[in-house]
Structures are given as structure tokens and as C-alpha cells.
């Protein structure tokens, strides 16, 4: 593999490299190599979010939608769950899922209904326009992580699986906030 340098996507941004640069003028002893793998894996995710997140716009879908969509499908055939388990899997509160569920219901991507054995529980279940739209959202992610992966060999891939997977492993068992919540977290 050929190294490049990651270009700055803006004026105000610096390459990787002379970012690397910056932090051994002010902390000599920072090693080079692990601050440019770490400095190019955040940037790789900014990157891929902002990728994810136009993909999504091209379907009219939100973030939070998408989550919703993914957590049905996750679920399996016939992609119900009460908004309870839902705003579980989600880690929002019940009012969160409500207004959630709402926007969706409104634009067809999901149905609530009671459930007929206990009237009591309501259902959430894709639709078929919902799962029309998770589909063509894993097409258009499957295009384009074939082609952010273009430059790892298909021999190599499982390593690099392997490695990262070991990364994040390591991170979620040693940080609090490793899911993404900061909320137990004391200042």
C-alpha cells in the first residue's frame, strides 16, 4: 500500500501529517505513528458519517429514522416490536420513541397498531415502503464501502477486520461512555 497524505477537505483543516507535525512541536514525546492512525480513523468516521448522512437525505430519511428502520429489520421477520423494546434497543425515553414513531407512521415507514392478543400492547412494524427504503440504504452503503475499501486487498480485509474489531472491543470495555453516552459521566 502507497502512502498518501489525507487532504484537508477545508482551508481551516490541517493534512494529517502536518497535524501529526503540530502535536510533536507541543508533546515532543507523542508517538507519529499512532497519532496518525488515530487522527486518521476520527477523520475517516467524520468522513463516513457525512457520507451516511447524505445517503439517507437522498431517501428522505433521518439519522434517527434510519436507527429505527435498522432496529425493526434487526429484529427479524416480521419486523415488529413495541415502542417499549424499541426505545430500549435505541437507548432513548418512551416520549423520545413516541414523537419518533409519529414521524414516521406519518410518512409511512413504519405502522402502530394494538396488538390483537393484548390490547393493551401496541405494535410497531415496518411497512413495505420502510423496508424499500432500508434496502436501497444498505445499496447505496454497500457501493460505497466497496469503494472506500478499494485500496485493502480482499486478503488483507480480514485482518484489518480483525484488528479493528479488537480496537473497538478494547475501548468499549475500558471507557464509560464507550456506546456513546456520556450521561454517567461526572465533570
Known amino acids: 500500500m502507497s502512502a498518501r497524505r489525507a487532504e ?3 482551508a481551516t483543516e490541517l493534512g494529517i501529517a502536518e ?4 502535536y510533536q512541536r507541543e508533546f515532543p514525546t507523542v508517538d507519529p505513528q499512532v497519532e496518525t492512525i488515530v487522527s486518521t480513523l476520527s477523520r ?4 463516513m458519517n457525512v457520507a451516511y448522512s447524505r445517503q439517507l437525505a437522498t431517501l428522505g430519511i433521518t439519522n434517527a429514522e434510519w436507527e429505527v428502520l435498522k432496529a425493526l429489520v434487526f429484529a427479524g421477520s416480521p419486523y415488529r416490536l ?3 423494546e424499541l426505545a430500549k434497543r435505541l437507548g432513548l425515553t418512551p416520549a423520545a420513541m413516541t414523537h419518533r414513531i409519529d414521524r414516521m407512521v406519518a410518512e409511512g415507514l413504519v405502522t402502530r397498531e394494538r396488538d390483537e392478543a393484548n390490547r393493551v400492547r401496541v405494535i410497531i412494524e415496518l411497512t413495505p415502503i420502510g423496508r424499500d427504503k432500508w ?3 444498505m445499496r447505496m452503503a454497500a457501493v460505497f464501502e466497496g469503494d472506500l475499501l478499494q485500496d485493502v486487498p480482499g486478503e488483507d480485509r480480514p485482518e484489518l477486520a480483525a484488528t479493528l474489531t479488537r480496537m473497538l472491543r478494547r475501548i468499549e470495555e475500558s471507557q464509560p461512555d464507550a456506546l456513546g453516552r456520556t450521561d454517567d459521566l461526572t465533570c
Open 8 to 10: 484537508p477537505d477545508s
Open 19 to 22: 497535524q501529526v507535525a503540530l
Open 44 to 47: 475517516l468516521s467524520r468522513r
Open 82 to 84: 413495541g415502542p417499549g
Open 135 to 137: 434496502i436501497e440504504l
